[in-house]
T-cell receptor
Framework: DTGVSQNPRHKITKRGQNVTFRCDPI?????LYWYRQTLGQGPEFLTY????????KSRLLSDRFSAERPKGSFSTLEIQRTEQGDSAMYLC?????????????FGPGTRLTVL | DQQVKQNSPSLSVQEGRISILNCDYT??????FLWYKKYPAEGPTFLIS?????DKNEDGRFTVFLNKSAKHLSLHIVPSQPGDSAVYFC???????????FGQGTRLTINP
């Protein structure tokens, strides 16, 4: 399977705990994105990496959120001191480098439930 | 500020008929548009896209139409099949920006 993979697929945690999600993009895709999707809404952009550089962050990404892509391959998204409002599907996508526009290919997502 | 809107939360179509899903956008800077299909507990799957230099793009049973003056795009599926039952999202991006802006989605149900 050469698609985008995400782990874990599901995470249940208690309020106040820290959680970390992992995304492995399609091989050779140098652009990686994180989105969050809540019930009844479309995915909302969180942040974007080109290789290991984090080039854009949404205002949705509060100080409790941090994302890394240390070697330009896989990426992690950490949420510290989780709140119930963090409950959502966290989606990762990747795209190859191209001038201008590009199609983003999504992973299966990590569903986070904060109790 | 919802820049991409899908005003129909749901749509029900008879198998074999045409399904038409609609999407409106407000940002005239958008120049690339995509449709994604999503099954429960899965990530969005890319279906078809269109650049603003075109007004139609076709791929098998799927055709996307773009009306720039009306800031409107639509996805036509013909003939509709039971496996097409899913939530469909339209998304838009603009030159130089990396993020996709999504609509709220339309749940399509194909009835046998």
């Amino acid at each position: 399977d050469t698609g985008v993979s995400q782990n874990p697929r599901h995470k249940i945690t208690k309020r106040g705990q820290n959680v970390t999600f992992r995304c492995d993009p399609i091989s050779e895709h140098n652009r990686l994105y994180w989105y969050r999707q809540t019930l009844g809404q479309g995915p909302e952009f969180l942040t974007y990496f080109q290789n290991e550089a984090q080039l854009e962050k949404s205002r949705l990404l509060s100080d409790r959120f941090s994302a890394e892509r240390p070697k330009g391959s896989f990426s992690t998204l950490e949420i510290q001191r989780t709140e119930q409002g963090d409950s959502a599907m966290y989606l990762c996508a990747s795209t190859p480098q191209a001038p201008g526009m590009g199609t983003q290919y999504f992973g299966p997502g990590t569903r986070l439930t904060v109790l | 500020d919802q820049q991409v809107k899908q005003n129909s939360p749901s749509l029900s179509v008879q198998e074999g008929r045409i399904s038409i899903l609609n999407c409106d956008y407000t940002n005239s800077m958008f120049d690339y548009f995509l449709w994604y299909k999503k099954y429960p507990a899965e990530g969005p799957t890319f279906l078809i896209s269109i650049s603003s230099i075109k007004d139609k793009n076709e791929d098998g049973r799927f055709t996307v139409f773009l009306n720039k003056s009306a800031k409107h795009l639509s996805l036509h599926i013909v003939p509709s099949q039971p496996g097409d039952s899913a939530v469909y999202f339209c998304a838009a991006s603009r030159q130089g920006a990396q993020k996709l802006v999504f609509g709220q989605g339309t749940r399509l149900t194909i009835n046998p």
